[in-house]
């Protein structure tokens, strides 16, 4: 049975940092073919990526991410990180880790719960 299980939300000052988690159980990954991601969705908002990071070590950000976030994978492919800094209101959401297909946003295999973040101006 796969498992994502996030960890690091919270809430914080605006310009401040977070760290999130994620930690994969199970048999997550077609080698090759998939990816760790972070989504976000603000409320009444549709849920976006954020970054995606491959097997080996290939990342991806969008846009609104670049400079500012930064995925990584922690000891093993199955635990990734997501370092958030320079955080504005904006940022505030519930953030979800996920399994998909490498080069897009749309094939999601697996989900975690999620984790809220909470950026006060």
């Known amino acids: 049975q796969v498992r994502l299980v996030e960890s690091g939300g919270g809430s914080v000052q605006a310009g401040g940092s977070l760290r999130l988690s994620c930690v994969g159980t199970g048999d997550l990954y077609n080698w090759g073919r998939d990816c760790m991601a972070w989504f976000r969705q603000a409320p009444g908002k549709e849920r976006e990526g954020i970054a995606r990071i491959n097997l080996v070590n290939n990342t991806y950000y969008a846009d609104f991410a670049k400079g500012r976030f930064t995925l990584s994978q922690v000891n093993t492919a199955n635990t990734v990180s997501l370092q958030m800094n320079s955080l504005t209101a904006e940022d505030t959401a519930m953030y979800y880790c996920?399994?998909?297909?490498?080069?897009?946003?749309?094939?999601?295999?697996?989900w975690g719960q999620g984790t809220q973040v909470t950026v006060s101006s």
């Open positions: 996920a399994v998909l297909v490498c080069g897009g946003w749309s094939t999601v295999k697996y």
